[in-house]
């Protein structure tokens, strides 16, 4: 049985991002939001966690005393532009954060995003999800990272505001998170991961 997000089943028809809001802060799940529509979210795979773990585990140190920090998917982003609210796996933020109300629990303003891919969700992360984070002005790379194949693929902002893409899919490869200049290695990624042929 799948236990991974579920992407387009509408648990809620035509709200306003108010009744949105104050629905998710109330609410012990979590749901995304798209132009008056609530989805509901649900748990991930044992491969997915594993690559969670994975990253927190290389990343979150490395930036200790820098000016940018990580946060995993309980972090709300909030993309103005087209109404989107999700939680993405992992956000990088640099400088100060940036949030749409009061309540200082959505942030609007991202440097990088991070999603991990599950079967049920793949298609959507890479396609109508990415067209709508690059929405975000201050976004300037997009990961996803598969976790049914050994597949990093990162998507980078130019100057002109196209993206060009990098695939990677050997064990011995690595990558660089240039957000924060981190090089990272497929294998340590994918550490504990069991990837069926």
């Not at 690559?51 to 140190?61: A, D, G, Y």
């Not at 989107?84 to 991202?110: A, H, Q, R, W």
Request: with cysteine.
């Amino acid at each position: 049985m799948e236990n991974e997000v579920k992407e387009p089943a509408p648990k809620f028809n035509f709200v306003s991002q108010e009744t949105y809001l104050e629905m998710e802060r109330a609410s012990d799940t979590k749901h995304e939001y798209y132009k008056g529509e609530v989805f509901a979210m649900s748990g991930a795979s044992w491969e997915h966690n594993v690559i969670v773990k994975n990253i927190n585990t290389l990343v979150l140190p490395f930036l200790k005393g820098k000016p940018c920090d990580m946060f995993g998917s309980d972090l709300r982003i909030h993309v103005p532009e087209n109404t989107l609210y999700t939680y993405p796996d992992f956000s990088i933020i640099c400088g100060k954060p940036e949030t749409n109300d009061e309540e200082k629990d959505t942030i609007v303003k991202p440097s990088a995003i991070i999603e991990v891919l599950s079967k049920s969700t793949k298609d959507y992360d890479r396609g109508s999800k990415f067209m709508l984070y690059r929405s975000i002005n201050t976004l300037n790379e997009y990961i996803t990272i598969d976790s049914l194949s050994i597949s990093i693929e990162i998507y980078t902002r130019n100057s002109d505001n196209t993206w060009i893409l990098s695939e990677f899919k050997q064990l011995h490869d690595s990558f660089v998170l240039s957000t924060i200049g981190l090089t990272l290695l497929l294998k340590d990624v994918y550490e504990d991961v069991k990837i069926e042929d």
